[in-house]
Structure formats: structure tokens, C-alpha cells
């Protein structure tokens, strides 16, 4: 993930786009709308590894925990088709 950053600040600084039509043109790509949604992607995996780990270290008691972890799963999977909606109409 720090990798996708790192390159995508150096693209981003090389060529800002200073529009809505240039950013559409710029996720237009298929490398990075594809790169992108990897990124956004594992990201959400990375917090739901790191929210699961948190509840079911903190909360001892199962029924608690399993409507925590419920709460946090739908959450990040709002999340993601949040994320792919708005890839897929920009990027089209």
C-alpha cells in the first residue's frame, strides 16, 4: 500500500489535473483505475483485520462481539461498494 502511494504522489505531482474532465481522463486509465481499486481495496481488508483484531481482544463477551464485529463488517462493506461506485463512474 505505501508502495501505491508513494507512486501515485510522484504521478500526482508530475501531472495534477486541475478539472473534473482531467481527472476523469487520468482514472480513465486502465493501469490506474485498476491499481487504484487494489489499493482501496486492501485497505479495507487492512481495517478489518486490524478492527477484528481490537474487538476480539477488548470484548470478552460473544454476543457483544459478534454484533461489534457484524457492525464493522457491513460498515466496510458499504465502504467498498461506496469505493467501487465511485471508481466505476469515474473511471467510464
Not at 13 to 20: D, E, I, K, L, Q
Not at 26 to 31: H, I, L, R, T, Y
Not at 62 to 86: E, P, Y
Amino acid at each position: 500500500m505505501m508502495l501505491f502511494v508513494f507512486c501515485f504522489a510522484v504521478y500526482f505531482a508530475a501531472n495534477t489535473p486541475a478539472s473534473y474532465p482531467e481527472w476523469r481522463a487520468m482514472m480513465a486509465n486502465s493501469f490506474i483505475a485498476i491499481t487504484t481499486t487494489l489499493f482501496f481495496l486492501s485497505l479495507l481488508t487492512h481495517a478489518w483485520v486490524g478492527m477484528r483484531d481490537v474487538i476480539m481482544d477488548y470484548l470478552h463477551v460473544d454476543s457483544i462481539r459478534l454484533a461489534f464485529l457484524t457492525v464493522v463488517g457491513f460498515a466496510l462493506l458499504g465502504a467498498a461498494i461506496w469505493v467501487m461506485k465511485i471508481l466505476l463512474t469515474v473511471s467510464i
